[in-house]
DNA sequence: AGCTCTTATGAATCATTGA
DNA sequence: GTCAATGATTCATAAGAGC
């Protein structure tokens, strides 16, 4: 039942594959260790209780466990598992279940070894008496061993103040000697200054929600995915999003030319990812 | 033996006292529902066996909770306890201390309602094979009971570009008058300059590490005590910094007409938060 | 006064060496 | 072997000097 709803869209570049179902059982029919990188924002706790697939808080940690073993399971040893959660707010408190779902992982074998903070430049409008606009979420980085790969040098980014007043500075000395020659000298001369001028980013990363997908609003931006695809996997590598929703995560992954499986509990959603709505 | 070390250096605003002890004993001394802030940094996890004061990560829980016993009687009902604190990485994970912290902290009765994210603009350098620097810490906050005060109004910012060469025009002509640090700390001049252009901050704080002391490292720079103390409290309430270390919570305490309360094991440090040094 | 440029340095982490 | 100390790596700031 569940495979007949497989889809491949290949080209001569990557796949994607999508699954309608429980991530619990679809996973089952992976291989082992053939997973790079699992990417993924799951749906967060939420107390209504007619919501359409929100867990309770109280049970967020025995929901997910079992979840995470098949991701164990089809992760590559030298594999990654990124995590983007938010621990809701309940009864004025944060919620803890989201740091018992770390140590739970860690029992189950996951290392923990980096949390990185996305800041939300534009986060949510909104005033309350005790408290800020939200403006971070955590993307919890779980390994199977302390050797994993990580190709660090393909999300240097460019250097701040220093290399744009450096750049400024430049373009101002060679403004009259390039004018007159042709374009290509003067942009190589700033492309490789350019180059020199990039570093290696921190654990912070500064991206802007996405307020294009009116329809459906996505989990996160794709420029998320885009980072951690880049810095964790290499072409024709295998990218999973197990609660894929719309498909962000596998359409950045073919656009970096990797192989994606997406799954998701909703048919609409592997519509919605598979191009159909 | 331990009163006698107080100091009392009275003005017209504020006092500050100064404690040499360990906060366990030295806290006893004071009443009960006497404090309206403890905005601390405490010494974190060390493995190095000879380290001045240094805590094993594995026995960190237990050094903190008879000492957050004490916050926890001291503080009044209405107050809000700010705990600076970071994980040490071991053996390549994120040691989890933090996390069970603030679980043992919960069991105790403190409540946990937010946690905002120093950003540390200024990074330590260093580059690892598979971790990038490290460049943000937690700021946990923690209170005895849902309503407690807040004042928000007293932390706006300024917004946008505009504002910021304003403020920045307005900083250089004041120079010796006000802080030239940005965001926090600026006189009712500067809130009534820039009245309109003002919005509430997010959970997320852009602050730089200080340089400026050379002897002694501060544990965070006087922006960031300086920004909760305006946050909640108002000017005549009590801090207290448990682990004062140089005594930078209680210096902004004073600048900002607080009275202040600092505790420190080493006489070294008492010292120099008296100006002795 | 407004720039440009130099230099020092900050709650770091990992791999290696030596006891 | 285990534990402790040392060296290599490296960027955003502020402060200060020079033009």
Redesign the pocket.
């Known amino acids: 039942m569940i495979l007949s709803e497989q889809t491949h869209l290949k080209n001569s570049e990557s796949e994607m594959r999508f699954y309608q179902g429980d991530c619990l059982d679809v996973l089952e029919q992976l291989p082992d260790s053939s997973i790079d990188l699992i990417m993924t924002s799951p749906p967060y706790a939420d107390s209504r209780k007619n919501t359409y697939g929100g867990i309770l808080p109280e049970r967020y940690v025995e929901w997910f466990l079992p979840r995470a073993a098949q991701f164990l399971r089809v992760l590559k040893p030298t594999g990654t598992f990124i995590l983007n959660i938010k621990e809701k707010v309940v009864e004025g408190e944060r919620h803890t279940y989201v740091l018992e779902l770390i140590l739970a992982l860690r029992k189950q074998g996951w290392l923990w070894t980096e949390e990185f903070i996305w800041h939300k430049k534009n986060a949510y409008p909104g005033k309350w008496p005790n408290r800020f606009r939200d403006s971070w979420e955590r993307c919890l980085q779980f390994n199977k061993q ?2 994993f790969v990580m190709y660090q040098d393909a999300v ?2 460019p ?5 744009k ?2 750049l ?2 430049l373009s ?2 060679d403004r009259h000697r390039d004018t007159s020659k042709a374009q290509s000298g003067f942009s190589k001369k700033v492309t490789n200054w350019l180059g020199r001028a ?3 980013p ?1 654990n912070v990363l500064h991206l802007a929600t996405e307020c294009t997908n009116k329809q459906h609003s996505a989990a996160f931006p794709a420029a998320l995915p885009e980072w951690f695809i880049q810095l964790f996997t290499q072409v024709g590598d295998w990218v999973l999003d197990p609660f894929m929703g719309s498909g962000t995560t596998c359409h950045v992954a073919k656009k970096l030319e990797r192989n994606s499986i997406g799954v998701d509990l909703h048919q609409v959603h592997v519509k919605l990812a598979r191009g159909e709505l």
Chains 1, 2 share one sequence.
């Open positions: 302390r050797q240097k980014i250097m701040g103040d220093w290399s007043r450096r400024k500075y101002d000395v990039q570093a290696y921190t």
